[in-house]
């Protein structure tokens, strides 16, 4: 018993440190694009372009580790990136909220952004998207499994996307 709860402790201390080393190195890939590029606009296109191309690998693996099979609705494709997406890949499981009338389209909320962590943003960058990455990897990861995506922004975190 002792030795279960002590390397469920370790995998525990293991996933919060890759956690937070991966934030830091989000927070200094952002930087040096802002460094690089000479408006906000032009980093948000680069991080939504590298967002996109993570997107494509990833969800061959989330099928694959997940053996989620073939969505039958929308509600379902919700319920697979919040619960199973993001828990995968970032620990956080965002609320699904605002279902249109039709039922094709949502938004996912964050109520805790874990890339926004370790961050203040100057008020010089108020049109930078700081988390836009996560709007490319939903944006590639969905048009893989023929959805359409539309990213919205409401908060400099970006705590909030829909998805149609």
């Known amino acids: 018993l002792i030795s279960t709860m002590a390397r469920q402790a370790r995998a525990t201390e293991s996933r919060k440190i890759s956690s937070e080393l ?54 379902e494709t919700a319920e697979v990136i919040s619960k199973i997406g993001f828990k995968t890949y970032l620990g956080v499981t965002p609320t699904i909220a605002n279902w249109s009338g039709g039922y094709d389209e949502f938004s996912l909320i964050l109520d805790h952004n874990p890339l926004a962590e370790f961050v203040e943003i100057p008020d010089d960058h108020k049109k930078l998207f700081y988390s836009n990455i996560l709007s490319g990897v939903l944006r590639g990861a969905l048009e893989m499994v023929s959805c359409l995506f539309t990213p919205t922004k409401s908060k400099r975190f970006d705590n909030i996307c829909t998805v149609n």
């Open 22 to 75: 991966f934030t830091l190195t989000y927070g200094a890939l952002v930087n040096q694009l802002v460094k690089d590029y000479e408006s906000d606009v032009e980093v948000n296109k680069q991080l939504d372009k590298m967002g996109y191309n993570i997107g494509v690998r990833l969800i061959e693996d989330l099928l694959a580790r997940s053996n989620v099979g073939r969505c039958h609705d929308f509600r």
